[in-house]
């Protein structure tokens, strides 16, 4: 069956650090690919999205994901954590074999520590 | 001007009551969808609409009906609720194509008692 797995439901770094958030997925049919954030008591926006262009996408806020097809991963990183990154980051897989749906992983809490 | 905007944003309720949240996006995209997320913030779609017509029902009970009287709108409706109803329940907008990314209202969250 297709997935989506995030390692790690929690993720703490110091303000300033890299940012390392894991995502892969199960597939032999490439994806598109998109990294969602949810902060506090909101819905979710949109970060980055692949869609079969550069290998190395770059999204809002400073961060960016690499779509690695050999490792099928599409980890999202930033180089130095702010504060104000601390939220919940979604992964999240639209397979074109499967209606279109947008499948998400199970999320990675990010906490960023002064 | 808010895009895609759910109301109420907190519903309370008792078990066996029937409930609905009421969805509208103004971007103009053809597609919206139900999305449920649990307590451990699991995402699960629920229902796909595309230019008023169902395309994705997934495994949810009978008790949850969508409904959409126009592309702009998709209205969820919960008959019976039961204590595992109990989640915050987001509506999502995006345009035709596969590659087109979620635009999501900010939720409701529905606690049943």
């Known amino acids: 069956a297709q997935s989506v797995t995030q390692l790690g439901s929690h993720v703490s770094v110091s303000e300033g650090a890299l940012v390392l958030l894991r995502c892969n997925y199960s597939s032999s049919v490439p994806p598109y690919l998109f990294w969602y954030v949810q902060y506090p008591n909101q819905g979710l926006q949109l970060l980055l999205k692949y869609t079969s262009a550069a290998t190395l996408v770059k999204g809002i806020n400073g961060f960016e994901a690499e779509f690695k097809k050999s490792e099928t991963s599409f980890h999202l990183t930033k180089p130095s954590a702010h504060m104000s990154d601390a939220a919940e980051y979604f992964c999240?897989?639209?397979?074109?074999?499967?209606?279109?749906?947008?499948?998400f992983g199970s999320g990675t809490r990010l906490l960023v520590r002064p | 001007d808010t895009a895609v905007s759910q109301t109420p944003k907190y519903l309370v309720t008792q078990m066996g009551n029937d409930k609905s949240i009421k969805c509208e996006q103004n971007l103009g995209h053809d597609t919206m969808y139900w999305y449920k997320q649990d307590s451990k913030k699991f995402l699960k779609i629920m229902f796909s609409y595309n230019n008023k017509e169902l395309i994705i029902n997934e495994t949810v009970p009978n008790r949850f009906s969508p409904k959409s009287p126009d592309k702009a709108h998709l209205n969820l409706h919960i008959n019976s609720l039961e204590l595992g109803d109990s989640a915050v329940y987001f509506c999502a907008s995006s345009q035709q194509g596969s590659n087109s990314p979620l635009h999501f209202g900010n939720g409701t969250r529905l606690t049943v008692t």
């Open positions: 999240a897989v639209i397979w074109m074999d499967s209606s279109y749906k947008l499948i």
